[in-house]
């Protein structure tokens, strides 16, 4: 429970690591903190004295920092160097995807799953590996087919994850995101997955789930307010005369540059899908580096408040 003195005093703490808040209600905050590791635990560690009720947290990414010179690997890299990306931008990112998608095989030439048939491996078509998009299906379609996030607590022991993993794919299921990292109890960890499939699909993957002896709890967040979060970090082409022109594009989403060359900027980002794709298809026309990006982070929204219902209201006039 935490009152006004202590909400301050919490804030205060949280401006001291830089994190920002991502929910708030009467009786708890959500904060998100981006760092290296000793700067998660040590935050971490001064905010447990207020009760720490739930902890999502991602895995590490990292780009390597450039050289400066022309020794270095993307000296004279432009978008003009992976002329593909532009003509796959025009196709629906959701096209491909809806092939390798569960349900949407061709039953004669798959192999046998669970559920669903599962595709051979060298039959599968790769999406291009600088897109924006992952074929994340936020809207159902005909099928009743859409991305479904699932919050698992399991065992915090070796070949855990490769036990949870080997569900999904005995039953042909394509995971689209993964987190895996320490929750709030020690030996316990939170594993945050979306996963495609139908309802009643999804509700017979989280009963298979239940039958294993690590976990502990299974929670489909998909139907419930929750606050999802990811980690992006890009390295993009440009010179000095167009090094300001990236910088004020990053700004303008939050980001923070965290390398610099002669000739690459880095930027840190972080927020949901819609917003890593928006800034990354500004930044294309740049030249597009590397890209590394983390999975979804996701808790349940305290505050009952679902922006997804509120992006489509409008206040009377």
């Not at 998660?40 to 447990?48: E, F, K, S």
């Not at 936020?138 to 996030?149: K, V």
């Not at 036990?163 to 995971?175: E, L, N, Q």
């Amino acid at each position: 429970m935490l009152n006004q003195i202590n909400v301050l005093t919490v804030m205060f703490v949280a401006n001291v690591f830089r994190a920002k808040v991502v929910d708030i209600s009467e009786n708890s905050l959500t904060l998100e903190v981006t760092g290296d590791p000793g700067k998660i635990v040590a935050a971490q560690r001064n905010l447990r004295k207020f009760g720490i009720e739930e902890i999502c947290r991602t895995g590490k990414i990292a780009l390597r920092r450039e050289k400066i010179g022309a020794a270095a690997r993307f000296w004279g890299f432009s978008a003009a160097s992976y002329p593909d990306l532009v003509e796959a931008s025009r196709k629906n990112p959701l096209t491909s995807v809806n092939k390798t998608v569960n349900g949407s095989f061709d039953q004669s030439s798959s192999a046998g799953g669970d559920v669903y048939p599962v595709e051979p491996y060298e039959s599968l078509s790769m999406n291009q590996v600088l897109d924006a998009h992952w074929g994340v299906l936020d809207d159902e379609d005909s099928n009743g087919l859409r991305s479904h996030t699932l919050s698992i607590l399991v065992n915090d022991c070796p070949g855990v994850l490769n036990i949870i993993t080997g569900v999904f794919a005995r039953r042909g299921y394509s995971i689209q995101s993964l987190a895996v990292g320490p929750a709030e109890k020690e030996g316990i960890s939170r594993i945050t997955t979306v996963v495609p499939g139908t309802d009643e699909s999804i509700e017979k993957l989280v009963q298979q789930l239940y039958k294993l002896i690590d976990v502990h709890k299974v929670d489909d967040l998909t139907d419930l307010p929750f606050a999802e979060r990811e980690l992006m970090v890009i390295k993009v082409s440009g010179n000095t005369a167009a090094r300001r022109e990236i910088l004020d594009i990053g700004n303008i989403f939050r980001a923070e540059c965290v390398d610099l060359s002669d000739h690459t900027v880095t930027l840190q980002l972080t927020g949901d899908l819609d917003k890593m794709v928006a800034l990354q298809r500004l930044l294309e026309p740049y030249g597009i580096c590397e890209v590394a990006r983390t999975g979804r982070a996701a808790l349940i929204r305290e505050s009952r408040v679902d922006s997804k219902y509120l992006r489509g209201y409008s206040l009377p006039l």
